[in-house]
């Protein structure tokens, strides 16, 4: 048997694994990270226009703080997250960015004086503090208050995948590349591990640890229209499904960016409209004003999508060879702005469309673009019916997105999530509970299964095609699972969706090499792919109401009184054919920012029955601690700070909130 | 200094559409894995569609015609660089690569130096990571622990763009494929290496002096290996100023050796 040991296990090397790798492997654990391609190529570097904290360095940013960036994100939500996970994020966002700043990212600074930048289609002049230069500069994004993002001018993710994979790197932290987990080992209560498949030999390796975590991103490959990258296709969470305990919450939550370029569907960045650009429709007419008053192109991306899709249908779309589109206007920002801080939309343009953003309006339309749903945890990252495994970033759901993330809030939380999950998953490793008491007939078991499963590809008599399904799938989910949903298209996307898993468990291959070998990868992957379809598919069916970026024509309406609540996945039997699908209340009496208008999108929704006693409560409470500081006010509202690890604990210091005492060095 | 392959006309995507051209993509096959394998080129015929790259033609050829085919895309975008191989000769981005770009002729072959993993896949995060542990490409930072509660470390913003400018190389394997001297002396740390150098050099957060920097690429595997042929600077898919750079570096490490 090929068994590694080790006592941490990370599926998947973009920012959020390495930095659970780095955290712990500071804590004196071992650690090993697992990825499908080399480090340093992970999704995490097609993160374009920044990440969110509150730093608050630029003037359009001053005032800014992790009330702010709290209240933003929880409306971003549509009042989904778990505001006290939400909390911990806004608090360690600030403690992420300086820390990458020590790593080594070039973060773009702040410069003394006047600039020039546009503002709702006009040119302003804002002027930059004096105390402020040189320090990490944000610009604006949608759906905030202030301008909070920040940036390395559009290639953010890039270069922070770099300073991370660089800091895992000089932390001696082996990354096995080109390897896939395919099964999780597991005894139903504690999750030991991972069966692992060499991609380059096909050899299957079983790794045993103390701790696996789950960092593998999106599933954005579910879609046929997707910025995602090739490798997002949702097996880290399908594994975790598979094992029958572990749940997956909100799977249905899956947002659409805005501006993908058309008809490739890369992303362009959320900067584009956040330094300025605008949308326009077929008569170059500036349209987001017609429909959200407020704030126009920079709503949330679920609003602006969604209007961006009925604008066209309302007759307003370009039309082209491929379809049709709306356009992105960058040329009033002027060849300087985009030169320096949207090259690589300019390098996008000039190699997958042939224009010149400078000169030129960029034809967009929305594509899938994140999975805000992943497997279910607590706020220390863990599972909480699957002892001993882990989550962090984008595959997870601790859940601090809801219904729909704010541009911005990913990056920002892949990095965040990997920092405080790494120091749970330390605590976990030392202590008891961190024992691993497994059996090598257990090991050999779950080995046995994995190769018989592969096995039966080559000696099998099926012959369904992998690559058909899956396309099938893709097609499937884009028509009836998108942005607009309705009740008959998604219970037939179900049921295709049914027949589509019956049938992928007859798949022949043509080529049947047991070493790398992409048609046998195609088809055990679309097997665990269907799953977590399915996953999104019923769970959008099932959740009769309107939230965030989940929109039902037929249930156009926000319902707390109903569906306040979390959608949980389970897969229980391999022979089904859905998730059982269980619901988790959120306790309205429990929250900071009761539930409300976001500020834009949708005015009308049904309230929860909770929402005006705890309405009156929180303006009590506010009312009693008027004078106090808003620390002591916070507290009183939502305690949280208790829940992070000592070592990200304290105060975040800014120029306009300095420090009294020397901070607390938390070494 | 462009690189032809990669310099795209002006053409709207509502320009008019043509009849489809039929491509013949010939690709250099052979797997090591494989005891039956032998290197030899294998020709494929496609018909071209609108928009076409290399990444949806290689897939296409995958799903329709030869499933054992093997090549790496990640991001499809050109930001990740797993996709870099040799295209009509020259080292490039499969992923964006148009088609019309190009003649109906096609060749592609993996890149060269790198560890030949099948067909148009290669090795490329194995060399990487060898160089970046050699070359120690990371911030060495004045204290392990920074204070995380307080103002970040202020930094000129002109200082920080010029880093950026660096810092933006995908390690795309490009330059080293590229690169003259890499086929002569196989421990060459290629443009890929000498432009961390410049980086981490240019970076005040990098306590790291030159004379370290000599001890890293102070030599022939280093930054005097190099014989300024300089294919890595007109290959590069980022257009880094590698040129630049490595006459820099040089002028500041054989400044330090004629001292020492």
Same mark, same amino acid.
């Given at each position: 048997?090929?068994?590694?040991?080790?006592?941490?296990?990370?599926?998947?090397?973009?920012?959020?694994?390495?930095?659970?790798?780095?955290?712990?492997?500071?804590?004196?654990?071992?650690?090993?990270?697992?990825?499908?391609?080399?480090?340093?190529?992970?999704?995490?570097?097609?993160?374009?226009?920044?990440?969110?904290?509150?730093?608050?360095?630029?003037?359009?940013?001053?005032?800014?703080?992790?009330?702010?960036?709290?209240?933003?994100?929880?409306?971003?939500?549509?009042?989904?997250?778990?505001?006290?996970?939400?909390?911990?994020?806004?608090?360690?966002?600030?403690?992420?960015?300086?820390?990458?700043?020590?790593?080594?990212?070039?973060?773009?600074?702040?410069?003394?004086?006047?600039?020039?930048?546009?503002?709702?289609?006009?040119?302003?002049?804002?002027?930059?503090?004096?105390?402020?230069?040189?320090?990490?500069?944000?610009?604006?994004?949608?759906?905030?208050?202030?301008?909070?993002?920040?940036?390395?001018?559009?290639?953010?993710?890039?270069?922070?995948?770099?300073?991370?994979?660089?800091?895992?790197?000089?932390?001696?932290?082996?990354?096995?590349?080109?390897?896939?987990?395919?099964?999780?080992?597991?005894?139903?209560?504690?999750?030991?591990?991972?069966?692992?498949?060499?991609?380059?030999?096909?050899?299957?390796?079983?790794?045993?640890?103390?701790?696996?975590?789950?960092?593998?991103?999106?599933?954005?490959?579910?879609?046929?229209?997707?910025?995602?990258?090739?490798?997002?296709?949702?097996?880290?969470?399908?594994?975790?499904?598979?094992?029958?305990?572990?749940?997956?919450?909100?799977?249905?939550?899956?947002?659409?960016?805005?501006?993908?370029?058309?008809?490739?569907?890369?992303?362009?960045?959320?900067?584009?409209?956040?330094?300025?650009?605008?949308?326009?429709?077929?008569?170059?007419?500036?349209?987001?004003?017609?429909?959200?008053?407020?704030?126009?192109?920079?709503?949330?991306?679920?609003?602006?999508?969604?209007?961006?899709?009925?604008?066209?249908?309302?007759?307003?779309?370009?039309?082209?060879?491929?379809?049709?589109?709306?356009?992105?206007?960058?040329?009033?920002?002027?060849?300087?702005?985009?030169?320096?801080?949207?090259?690589?939309?300019?390098?996008?343009?000039?190699?997958?469309?042939?224009?010149?953003?400078?000169?030129?309006?960029?034809?967009?339309?929305?594509?899938?673009?994140?999975?805000?749903?992943?497997?279910?945890?607590?706020?220390?990252?863990?599972?909480?019916?699957?002892?001993?495994?882990?989550?962090?970033?984008?595959?997870?759901?601790?859940?601090?997105?809801?219904?729909?993330?704010?541009?911005?809030?990913?990056?920002?939380?892949?990095?965040?999530?990997?920092?405080?999950?790494?120091?749970?998953?330390?605590?976990?490793?030392?202590?008891?509970?961190?024992?691993?008491?497994?059996?090598?007939?257990?090991?050999?078991?779950?080995?046995?299964?994995?190769?018989?499963?592969?096995?039966?590809?080559?000696?099998?008599?099926?012959?369904?095609?992998?690559?058909?399904?899956?396309?099938?799938?893709?097609?499937?989910?884009?028509?009836?699972?998108?942005?607009?949903?309705?009740?008959? &298209?998604? %219970?037939?996307?179900? /049921? *295709?969706?049914?027949?589509?898993? $019956?049938?992928?468990?007859?798949?022949?291959? +043509?080529?049947?090499?047991?070493?790398?070998?992409?048609?046998?990868?195609?088809?055990?992957?679309?097997?665990?792919?269907?799953?977590?379809?399915?996953?999104?598919?019923?769970?959008?069916?099932?959740?009769?109401?309107?939230?965030?970026?989940?929109?039902?024509?037929?249930?156009?309406?926000?319902?707390?009184?109903?569906?306040?609540?979390?959608?949980?996945?389970?897969?229980?039997?391999?022979?089904?054919?859905?998730?059982?699908?269980?619901?988790?209340?959120?306790?309205?009496?429990?929250?900071?920012?009761?539930?409300?208008?976001?500020?834009?999108?949708?005015?009308?929704?049904?309230?929860?029955? &909770?929402? %005006?006693?705890?309405? /009156? *409560?929180?303006?009590?409470?506010? $009312?009693?601690?008027?004078?106090?500081?808003? +620390?002591?006010?916070?507290?009183?509202?939502?305690?949280?700070?208790?829940?992070?690890?000592?070592?990200?604990?304290?105060?975040?210091?800014?120029?306009?909130?300095?420090?009294?005492?020397?901070?607390?060095?938390?070494? | 200094?462009?690189?032809?392959?990669?310099?795209?006309?002006?053409?709207?995507?509502?320009?008019?559409?043509?009849?489809?051209?039929?491509?013949?993509?010939?690709?250099?096959?052979?797997?090591?894995?494989?005891?039956?394998?032998?290197?030899?080129?294998?020709?494929?015929?496609?018909?071209?569609?609108?928009?076409?790259?290399?990444?949806?033609?290689?897939?296409?050829?995958?799903?329709?015609?030869?499933?054992?085919?093997?090549?790496?895309?990640?991001?499809?975008?050109?930001?990740?660089?797993?996709?870099?191989?040799?295209?009509?000769?020259?080292?490039?981005?499969?992923?964006?690569?148009?088609?019309?770009?190009?003649?109906?002729?096609?060749?592609?072959?993996?890149?060269?130096?790198?560890?030949?993993?099948?067909?148009?896949?290669?090795?490329?995060?194995?060399?990487?990571?060898?160089?970046?542990?050699?070359?120690?490409?990371?911030?060495?930072?004045?204290?392990?622990?920074?204070?995380?509660?307080?103002?970040?470390?202020?930094?000129?913003?002109?200082?920080?763009?010029?880093?950026?400018?660096?810092?933006?190389?995908?390690?795309?394997?490009?330059?080293?494929?590229?690169?003259?001297?890499?086929?002569?002396?196989?421990?060459?740390?290629?443009?890929?290496?000498?432009?961390?150098?410049?980086?981490?050099?240019?970076?005040?957060?990098?306590?790291?002096?030159?004379?370290?920097?000599?001890?890293?690429?102070?030599?022939?595997?280093?930054?005097?290996?190099?014989?300024?042929?300089?294919?890595?600077?007109?290959?590069?898919?980022?257009?880094?100023?590698?040129?630049?750079?490595?006459?820099?570096?040089?002028?500041?490490?054989?400044?330090?050796?004629?001292?020492?």
């Amino acid at each position: 048997m090929n068994i590694v040991y080790t006592d941490v296990l990370v599926v998947g090397g973009g920012l959020a694994g390495l930095r659970v790798g780095i955290g712990v492997r500071r804590r004196g654990h071992d650690v090993v990270i697992l990825s499908l391609v080399p480090l340093k190529r992970s999704h995490s570097a097609a993160a374009q226009g920044g990440m969110q904290a509150s730093l608050g360095n630029v003037a359009k940013g001053a005032g800014d703080n992790e009330d702010v960036h709290f209240e933003d994100t929880v409306r971003g939500s549509d009042w989904g997250a778990d505001q006290q996970v939400v909390r911990m994020f806004v608090d360690t966002a600030p403690k992420a960015v300086r820390e990458l700043a020590a790593w080594g990212v070039p973060w773009s600074r702040v410069r003394k004086g006047d600039r020039e930048v546009i503002i709702n289609g006009q040119k302003v002049t804002i002027t930059e503090r004096d105390e402020a230069h040189g320090l990490v500069a944000q610009r604006d994004f949608g759906g905030t208050k202030k301008w909070r993002t920040c940036y390395v001018s559009d290639g953010t993710g890039h270069a922070m995948l770099f300073a991370m994979s660089d800091q895992a790197i000089a932390h001696s932290i082996p990354v096995h590349e080109r390897t896939e987990a395919l099964a999780l080992i597991h005894d139903g209560g504690r999750c030991y591990g991972a069966i692992v498949r060499d991609l380059v030999t096909g050899v299957l390796i079983a790794y045993v640890a103390k701790a696996t975590v789950i960092a593998s991103g999106g599933a954005g490959r579910l879609y046929r229209v997707t910025t995602n990258a090739v490798i997002c296709e949702g097996i880290g969470a399908a594994i975790a499904l598979e094992t029958g305990v572990a749940a997956l919450g909100n799977m249905e939550a899956v947002q659409f960016h805005p501006t993908a370029i058309f008809p490739a569907g890369i992303l362009v960045t959320e900067g584009c409209r956040g330094d300025g650009g605008l949308l326009l429709d077929v008569d170059g007419h500036r349209f987001m004003p017609d429909y959200e008053p407020e704030k126009k192109e920079l709503a949330s991306r679920d609003v602006v999508a969604r209007r961006m899709e009925q604008h066209i249908h309302s007759g307003k779309g370009v039309q082209s060879r491929f379809g049709q589109h709306l356009w992105l206007d960058i040329t009033l920002l002027g060849a300087a702005h985009v030169n320096t801080n949207l090259r690589e939309v300019k390098e996008i343009c000039q190699y997958f469309l042939g224009i010149d953003p400078v000169r030129d309006r960029i034809p967009v339309r929305p594509a899938q673009h994140y999975t805000m749903g992943g497997v279910r945890t607590d706020h220390t990252g863990q599972s909480r019916t699957l002892e001993g495994l882990f989550a962090a970033g984008e595959a997870s759901c601790w859940d601090m997105h809801g219904f729909n993330r704010l541009g911005g809030n990913s990056v920002a939380e892949t990095v965040v999530a990997g920092m405080i999950v790494g120091e749970f998953v330390a605590d976990y490793c030392d202590g008891v509970e961190g024992h691993v008491g497994i059996s090598t007939g257990m090991i050999h078991d779950f080995l046995s299964r994995e190769q018989a499963r592969l096995d039966a590809f080559f000696t099998g008599k099926g012959t369904e095609d992998a690559v058909a399904l899956r396309v099938r799938m893709q097609e499937i989910m884009t028509a009836k699972v998108g942005i607009f949903r309705a009740g008959d &298209d998604l %219970a037939s996307a179900v /049921a *295709e969706l049914q027949e589509l898993l $019956a049938r992928s468990r007859n798949i022949g291959l +043509r080529y049947r090499a047991r070493g790398a070998n992409p048609e046998l990868v195609a088809a055990y992957r679309v097997q665990k792919m269907l799953k977590v379809a399915l996953c999104v598919a019923y769970g959008a069916l099932t959740r009769t109401e309107s939230r965030g970026a989940h929109f039902r024509h037929d249930f156009p309406q926000r319902n707390d009184a109903q569906w306040l609540k979390r959608t949980l996945a389970v897969w229980k039997h391999e022979s089904d054919t859905l998730p059982t699908l269980t619901w988790e209340p959120l306790d309205v009496m429990k929250m900071e920012l009761p539930p409300g208008w976001r500020g834009y999108g949708a005015k009308d929704y049904v309230d929860h029955p &909770d929402t %005006a006693m705890r309405a /009156a *409560e929180v303006a009590a409470c506010r $009312a009693s601690l008027a004078g106090f500081d808003r +620390r002591t006010v916070q507290q009183a509202l939502m305690p949280y700070a208790h829940l992070l690890p000592a070592r990200f604990q304290g105060l975040n210091e800014r120029i306009d909130e300095r420090l009294a005492q020397p901070a607390v060095v938390t070494a | 200094m462009n690189d032809a392959a990669q310099t795209v006309p002006v053409v709207a995507p509502t320009a008019a559409p043509a009849a489809p051209r039929k491509l013949v993509i010939r690709i250099l096959r052979y797997n090591p894995q494989d005891p039956a394998s032998a290197p030899h080129l294998q020709a494929y015929e496609i018909e071209e569609a609108d928009g076409m790259t290399l990444f949806i033609a290689l897939n296409e050829i995958r799903e329709k015609q030869d499933a054992s085919l093997q090549f790496d895309f990640v991001c499809r975008a050109g930001i990740c660089g797993s996709c870099a191989m040799i295209i009509n000769g020259r080292p490039g981005l499969a992923c964006r690569t148009l088609t019309k770009n190009l003649g109906v002729h096609i060749t592609l072959a993996p890149l060269p130096v790198f560890e030949l993993i099948a067909d148009l896949s290669v090795n490329t995060g194995k060399w990487m990571r060898e160089m970046s542990e050699r070359l120690e490409t990371w911030v060495h930072m004045k204290q392990a622990e920074v204070d995380l509660t307080k103002l970040e470390e202020r930094m000129d913003p002109d200082l920080a763009l010029a880093i950026y400018e660096l810092d933006r190389c995908i390690e795309c394997g490009c330059c080293v494929a590229g690169c003259g001297t890499v086929r002569m002396r196989p421990g060459f740390v290629g443009a890929v290496g000498l432009n961390k150098i410049a980086r981490f050099r240019l970076d005040p957060r990098d306590v790291r002096t030159d004379d370290d920097y000599y001890d890293l690429v102070g030599n022939d595997d280093g930054v005097f290996g190099c014989m300024s042929l300089l294919g890595c600077h007109d290959v590069c898919p980022k257009k880094l100023p590698l040129a630049t750079q490595i006459a820099f570096v040089r002028r500041k490490m054989a400044a330090l050796g004629w001292k020492g």
